[in-house]
């Protein structure tokens, strides 16, 4: 099992930037992928970005391609999420969620540990 703590949320204005982390413990980190996944209020979760262990693959939502960076630290078991040209549109709860293998997923299924999420408001 792991743990998984999000910080990093906040208002912001329409074009700001953010940058979410996610600390993670108990299973060593480098063996699995990690996810962001984000919940507005009224809608269903929905995949954001993920990153293999090893960082040479990541991938991404639509809404989000071009404006978000997934990216991650296995020294300090942490992963990020750089949000640059923020939209209202982007304001939910995100999370980071940790897989049980080395494999990105775009797929809530596919994730066995989930933080407690943080909330990202971004203003008109």
């Known amino acids: 099992q792991v743990q998984l703590v999000e910080s990093g949320g906040g208002l912001v204005q329409a074009g700001g930037s953010l940058r979410l982390s996610c600390a993670a413990s108990?299973?060593?980190?480098?063996?699995?992928?990690m996810g962001w996944f984000r919940q507005a209020p009224g809608k269903e979760r929905e995949f954001v970005a993920t990153?293999?262990?090893?960082?040479?693959?990541?991938y991404y939502a639509d809404s989000v391609k071009g404006r978000f960076t997934i990216a991650r630290d296995n020294a300090k078991n942490t992963v990020y999420l750089q949000m640059n040209n923020l939209k209202p549109e982007d304001t939910a709860v995100y999370y980071c969620?940790?897989?049980?293998?080395?494999?990105?997923?775009?797929?809530?299924?596919?994730?066995?540990?989930w933080g407690q999420g943080t909330q990202v408001t971004v203003s008109s």
């Open positions: 969620a940790a897989t049980n293998t080395y494999y990105s997923g775009i797929y809530a299924y596919e994730y066995d540990d």
């Open positions: 108990g299973r060593t980190f480098s063996n699995y992928a």
């Open positions: 990153i293999n262990w090893s960082s040479d693959n990541t």
